[in-house]
C-alpha cells in the first residue's frame, strides 16, 4: 500500500485550483476565494503553486485561454519545421527530453512480450503519482494514478499491455528513469522508450516527439506530418492509446479552435502540464 505524501497532495490540490479558476475565469476569483477552496490559507495556496509551477495562478491560466492556445497552434503549424526551427539552443528546447524510440519486432509483437523482462517502480512527480515500467531497452510504460486510483488497478494495465512478459518491483533503479524525465537530472544522456504498437501507431507517437515543450498541435497537422491527412479519427485513436505518458508527448495535441480536449490521464492533468511546460519556456 502506498503512502500518500504531502508532496502528492498539493499536486491534487493545484488540479483543483486549476479547475476552479477555469471554471470560473469570467469572473476571475481573487486568490483568497481560490484558496479557501482548496483549503488552504491564501499565503500557503501561492506558495505551493509558485513553487510547482514557477509563475502565478493567475499567470498560469493565460496559457491555458482559448486565444493564447489558438495563437500557439498557428506558430506550430508543421511539425518538423517547428522542432528544427527552435534549435537546441533556444529557450524551448532546453527543457525537452531528448528521446528515441524503438518499437517491438513483428515477431514480439505476435508474442505479446514474451521473453521480455519489466522492472517497474511507483513514483511521485509534478503531476501526481506515476507507474513506470523499463526494460533493457528502455521505458516500456508511464502512466499517471487518478486521485482515486488503487496502485495495484494501474499494475494489471501494464501487466494486460505486456502480458507475456516477466515482471518484478525494483523502484530504485526506476527512480533514475523518473529523475531524468522530470527532475532534469543528466539530460545529456537520451531516454529510449520501447514501445508495442500497430506501423500507424508508431507513425504517430514519433510524430508526437516533435511537438517542442511549450507548443501544441493538432489531429489535422499530425495526420498531415505522417502523410495520411484524411486519418484524423484514426489519429486521435492512435494518440489516445500511447502507453507512455509526457514522454511521448500526447498531452501536447489539442484541437484547432484551441481547446485542449480530453486526456487519457484526465483532462485536469493535461491543462496542468500545457500550463506547466508553457510557464518553462516563457
Known amino acids: 500500500m502506498m503512502m500518500i505524501t504531502e508532496s502528492n497532495i498539493n499536486y491534487q490540490r493545484i488540479e483543483q485550483a486549476i479547475r476552479y479558476l477555469e471554471e470560473n475565469f469570467q469572473r476571475q476569483p481573487e486568490l483568497d476565494e481560490v484558496a479557501e477552496k482548496v483549503h488552504l490559507s491564501p499565503f500557503h495556496f501561492q506558495r505551493i503553486f509558485t513553487e510547482w509551477?514557477?509563475?502565478?495562478?493567475?499567470?498560469f491560466l493565460q496559457f491555458l485561454t482559448v486565444d493564447f492556445l489558438k495563437d500557439k497552434l498557428s506558430k506550430t503549424k508543421n511539425l518538423i519545421d517547428a522542432a528544427e526551427a527552435a534549435g537546441l539552443s533556444s529557450q524551448s528546447r532546453i527543457y525537452d527530453l531528448f528521446t528515441t524510440l524503438e518499437a517491438v519486432t513483428p515477431q514480439e509483437y505476435k508474442l505479446h512480450g514474451e521473453g521480455i523482462r519489466i522492472q517497474y517502480g511507483?513514483?511521485?512527480?509534478?503531476?501526481?503519482?506515476?507507474?513506470?515500467?523499463?526494460?533493457?531497452r528502455g521505458i516500456c510504460w508511464l502512466s499517471f494514478l487518478q486521485a482515486d486510483e488503487e496502485p495495484r488497478a494501474e499494475l494489471e494495465k501494464m501487466k494486460t499491455h505486456w502480458n507475456n512478459s516477466v515482471f518484478s518491483e525494483s523502484s530504485e533503479l526506476t527512480q533514475k528513469f523518473i529523475d531524468q524525465?522530470?527532475?532534469?537530472?543528466?539530460?545529456?544522456?537520451?531516454?529510449?522508450?520501447?514501445?508495442?504498437?500497430?506501423?500507424?501507431?508508431?507513425?504517430?507517437w514519433e510524430a508526437l516527439l516533435k511537438i517542442p515543450m511549450g507548443s501544441v498541435s493538432t489531429y489535422q497537422t499530425i495526420a498531415s506530418t505522417?502523410?495520411?491527412?484524411?486519418?484524423?479519427?484514426?489519429?486521435?485513436?492512435?494518440?489516445?492509446s500511447n502507453h507512455?505518458?509526457?514522454l511521448i508527448p500526447c498531452h501536447r495535441v489539442i484541437r484547432k479552435d484551441g481547446i485542449l480536449g480530453e486526456y487519457r490521464?484526465?483532462?485536469?492533468?493535461?491543462?496542468?502540464?500545457?500550463?506547466?511546460?508553457?510557464?518553462?519556456?516563457?
Open 226 to 240: 505522417i502523410k495520411s491527412p484524411k486519418a484524423m479519427q484514426a489519429v486521435g485513436s492512435a494518440v489516445g
Open 122 to 136: 511507483f513514483h511521485e512527480t509534478p503531476f501526481g503519482l506515476v507507474l513506470i515500467g523499463v526494460t533493457d
Open 265 to 282: 490521464w484526465s483532462a485536469a492533468r493535461k491543462k496542468s502540464i500545457i500550463g506547466w511546460e508553457m510557464a518553462k519556456v516563457s
Open 244 to 246: 507512455i505518458a509526457y
Open 181 to 204: 524525465v522530470f527532475n532534469q537530472v543528466s539530460l545529456k544522456q537520451p531516454l529510449h522508450v520501447f514501445v508495442k504498437g500497430t506501423n500507424f501507431q508508431i507513425k504517430v
Open 53 to 59: 509551477a514557477g509563475i502565478s495562478p493567475k499567470r
